[in-house]
């Protein structure tokens, strides 16, 4: 009963969705309002279809309908209540399902907040919008549907893929597609810009915070995806050049490029056509890496099982390039730029250099993840791209975007005087040099630390310089110093938002820095009793105890470790045995610490407990990474808050 009704709902769904579109599109070209309200009922009619389905999809879970084949293929009467529920979307099938949910929630969002505030606009926003709901509905009722029937009725299920079995798997798909369909608004009023020609600036400042939520979504589904590879998978690193991890990375690269090229377009009048082409750009790559994620023409742990949708996603890629570079030429004089270049040392000049490092490491992540697959196709001859030529080819790029993450704030529009440089300049250029000097006085042997953590302390200094010199502007106004602080951060909350987000990814690169610098490991077999050592630590086999689970056999090592300082710690990793699955799962134990953490996975062991070979690495500064995270969650809220009129010229 589930399946049939769950598959007619969403063939509802998708005609709404289809009239919806036109609808729209329909109303806005005739200027007949009542079609408008028409597709407003049919976005509000889809969005509490797919809600409906989403909710019958997690009951054919929670009550273990093997009748719906998704449900057999990836729950058993074995999987823990909760995983049940994070199993609605952990295939293909399912996650098609949380992505055009998703989507109709942006779309509603869309028509509450811009129904009356983007007239002219908004019909076609709400077009585009429904017409791409409509391809994902299309997907779900063709190539991949979600609600198909299985018969006979097996009397148990194969179960979710163990890797799965996480709590990262509500935050990590949830942040990740939150942020690809939420940069789905931004393209939409970038296309409804071009169809009735309002290429002006009215479209990026209704956008600006849709873009910047879409924007932070996809970094904190990065961000959590690394912590999910690094506690889950078992090889001790949060971030390996996989192609699905670059399938995300892309669209971000670009999604920041084009947060930092509006403020040109905002000042200055120009960009025009290099924005729109940003956020087509940043758009179709969040569908390349959904083409790229559930094709199955890549080999990833990350990636979904070989599905038959590649066709369908590459056509629509087509169609949406196509039809937006028939938009770009036919406006292609109206998108001219009212200001220019006066400068090479300004603000503009910064921005510009900043979005062709962030489309430079954009082409190379592209051409490392897509030339296997050419290879493949044209020779015939497999090959793989592995993190040395992405790390070779990046790592200057994003030293690159550092440094410009300190010159681009404060360094003056149109043309910057020598004045202005000694000014906002001067004390962090000096702080960063006698960084530099400290560092390679206490040991920092690599170069590329080095000047990564002087770029990060470079930066910072701008950061404190500005926030200093603006406080006591403030100061001198008889403000106290909370008072006064508080009031330049919520006054300007755009630009020291941007600077608390600058913040969290400097806190980012130096747990990068730090792990890749100075993280240490080594492999060991122990008898019961016997301990090895590695950087300071000291870990001793203590025995091998197996459990029997509600899903499968485990098979716990107990390991004390110690280090000197305070009291022992015992670590317990294993290895977990599922019936569907033909190798074991690692399980992951560790004591994470701001400088460094202990990390420790079980590998083979004998079966009288005698003996168990083990990996210790003693991972450097990797909890900054998280940190970083948090950093740039508070900086996100801060520049999303509505802003506070000025008071006082002097002031601002």
């Known amino acids: 009963m589930i399946a049939e009704v769950g598959a007619g709902a969403l063939a509802v769904a998708l005609a709404l969705a289809v009239y919806g579109s036109a609808a729209a599109a329909v109303g806005g070209r005739t200027g007949r309002a009542a079609l408008v309200e028409s597709a407003q009922h049919a976005a509000l009619g889809v969005f509490a279809i797919v809600t409906s389905c989403l909710l019958l999809l997690a009951w054919a879970f929670l009550s273990f309908d093997f009748s719906v084949r998704y449900v057999a293929n990836n729950t058993n009467l074995g999987t823990p209540f909760y995983y049940r529920l994070t199993a609605v979307w952990g295939a293909l099938e399912g996650s098609i399902v949380l992505w055009a949910w998703m989507l109709s929630l942006y779309t509603l969002i869309v028509v509450v907040r811009h129904r009356t505030s983007a007239r002219d606009l908004y019909p076609w926003v709400l077009a585009v919008m429904l017409g791409v709901l409509a391809f994902f509905l299309l997907v779900m009722t063709v190539p991949a549907p979600v609600f198909q029937r299985l018969t006979p009725v097996p009397a148990d299920g194969r179960g979710l893929n163990p ?31 071009l169809v009735t020609g309002r290429v002006g600036d009215a479209w990026i400042t209704t956008t600006r915070r849709w873009t910047i939520t879409a924007w932070y979504f996809l970094s904190l589904g990065l961000l959590i995806g690394g912590w999910w590879s690094y506690h889950v998978l078992g090889w001790g690193g949060y971030w390996a050049w996989d192609p699905v991890e670059n399938a995300a990375f892309m669209p971000w690269l670009t999604g920041t490029a084009f947060l930092h090229s509006v403020m040109i377009q905002e000042r200055r009048r ?126 200057p790029l994003f030293l690159g975007l550092l440094f410009l993450m300190g010159i681009g704030p404060l360094i003056a529009w149109r043309r910057a005087s020598l004045d202005n440089l000694k000014r906002n300049f001067l004390w962090p250029i000096a702080v960063g040099i006698a960084a530099a000097a400290v560092f390679r006085l206490v040991g920092v042997r690599s170069m590329i630390a080095v000047l990564s953590l002087t770029l990060t302390v470079f930066v910072a200094s701008t950061i404190t310089v500005d926030l200093v010199r603006a406080t006591r502007a403030r100061l001198r106004t008889g403000e106290r110093l909370p008072g006064a602080l508080g009031g330049l951060l919520l006054r300007h909350n755009r630009r020291y938002g941007g600077f608390a987000v600058h913040l969290g990814i400097l806190v980012v690169a130096i747990g990068v820095t730090g792990s890749q610098a100075w993280s240490v490991q080594t492999e060991t077999t122990l008898r019961r009793g016997e301990s090895t050592a590695l950087a300071g630590y000291r870990v001793r086999f203590d025995g091998l105890a197996a459990s029997e689970e509600s899903n499968h056999v485990k098979v716990t090592g107990t390991f004390t470790v110690a280090n000197g300082h305070g009291a022992p710690a015992v670590l317990q990793p294993a290895k977990k045995f599922y019936p569907q699955e033909q190798s074991p799962i690692a399980y992951v134990d560790y004591r994470l610490g701001l400088r460094e953490d202990v990390y420790l996975v079980l590998g083979d062991f004998a079966r009288d407990g005698s003996q168990a070979t083990i990996r210790l690495q003693v991972n450097r500064l990797v909890s900054w990474i998280w940190i970083g995270g948090i950093i740039l969650t508070l900086g996100t809220l801060l520049a999303l808050a509505p802003e506070r009129q000025r008071a006082g010229a002097a002031v601002a």
Request: aromatic fraction near 14%; charge should be neutral; glycine fraction near 8%.
């Open 270 to 395: 120009m960009l025009r056509l290099w924005n729109l082409a940003l956020v087509i750009m940043t758009f179709s790559l969040t569908l390349f890496g959904t083409f790229l994620t559930r094709s199955g023409v890549i080999a990833s742990v990350h990636a979904f099982t070989q599905g038959s949708i590649g066709v369908f996603f590459l056509s629509f890629l087509g169609l949406v390039l196509v039809v937006a570079l028939v938009l770009l030429a036919w406006r292609w004089e109206a998108l001219g730029a009212q200001g220019e270049l006066d400068s090479v040392v300004s603000r503009e000049s910064a921005f510009l250099l900043n979005n062709v490092l962030l489309l430079a490491a954009t082409f190379t992540v592209f051409f490392g993840t897509v030339f296997p697959l050419l290879s493949e196709a044209m020779r015939g001859v497999k090959v793989s791209v592995g993190a040395p030529f992405f790390n070779q080819v990046n790592v």
């Open 163 to 193: 890797l799965l079995e996480d709590s990262g798997m509500i935050t990590h798909p949830v942040a990740l597609y939150l942020g690809f369909t939420g940069f789905t608004v931004p393209f939409a009023f970038a296309i409804a810009a």
